[in-house]
């Protein structure tokens, strides 16, 4: 079964906090793409990062860092500093296949909402 | 240049009644997916297109239909519309695997 876990539902913070947002996946291929998108509340996805199952390299990107651990089927996002501008809703999401002509369809998590308050 | 678009924004259909959504994919995407969101929750999976043939379907009755043009703009259209139809509608575009990229999606409320 493909499946992505959310287990937080919601997180509080305080501004300049640093916040990690868990994601767990479940899936049996052996190819397959991870991602991260956020969900202000205007509704639109925002994608924030893509990382395919052959590449564990964590990631940096200014206040954003990933961590893929496939020993326990991880990808946790986080934010470091947290702004108010980081409230949003965050989904974690899992595409798997080897089809390249385009992104094969999406399994979301539940999602997280992030609350950072000033 | 611009993103996916969407078209309507926001939409109130009466129960029964029909719909049609539509989607601009990014310039150079082939590939168009819908998903549908219900408030609270993650998005699902309706279609993907991929060079005008469907490539993939989520767990959605029937009344779901979609359709991608040569130029692989996107319709979706849903029949007999019941209140659980309610909810954001979200296109997606893609290229390769570097991800899908979302519209700002069309709300739609069934009164």
């Known amino acids: 079964a493909q499946k992505v876990t959310q287990a937080q539902t919601e997180i509080s913070v305080v501004e300049k906090e640093d916040v990690t947002l868990d994601c767990v996946y479940e899936?049996?291929?052996?190819?397959?793409?991870l991602f991260w998108y956020k969900q202000p509340p205007s509704g639109e996805l925002v994608f924030l990062i893509r990382?395919?199952?052959?590449?564990?390299q964590n990631e940096i990107s200014g206040r954003y860092s990933w961590n893929f651990q496939k020993s326990t089927s991880s990808f946790n996002f986080t934010i470091t500093a947290s702004q108010v501008v980081d409230s949003a809703v965050y989904f974690c999401?899992?595409?798997?296949?080897?089809?390249?002509?385009?992104?094969?369809?999406?399994?979301f998590g539940t999602g997280t909402l992030l609350a950072v308050q000033p | 240049d611009a993103g996916v678009t969407q078209s309507p924004t926001h939409l109130i259909k009466t129960r029964g009644q029909h719909v049609t959504l539509r989607c601009s994919p990014i310039?150079?995407?082939?590939?168009v997916s819908w998903y549908q969101q219900v408030l609270g929750q993650g998005p699902q999976f309706i279609f993907q297109?991929?060079?005008?043939?469907?490539?993939g379907r989520g767990n959605f009755p029937d009344r779901f239909s979609a359709r991608q043009f040569p130029n692989y703009s996107s319709e979706l259209n849903v029949n007999a519309l019941l209140l659980g139809d309610s909810a954001l509608y979200l296109c997606?575009?893609?290229?390769?695997?570097?991800?899908?990229?979302f519209g700002q999606g069309t709300r739609l409320t069934v009164v």
């Open positions: 990382r395919n199952s052959f590449d564990e």
């Open positions: 310039s150079g995407h082939k590939s």
């Open positions: 899936t049996r291929d052996t190819t397959y793409y």
């Open positions: 297109y991929y060079e005008k043939e469907e490539r």
């Open positions: 999401a899992l595409s798997f296949g080897n089809y390249g002509g385009a992104t094969n369809k999406l399994i």
């Open positions: 997606a575009s893609s290229l390769g695997q570097d991800g899908a990229f």
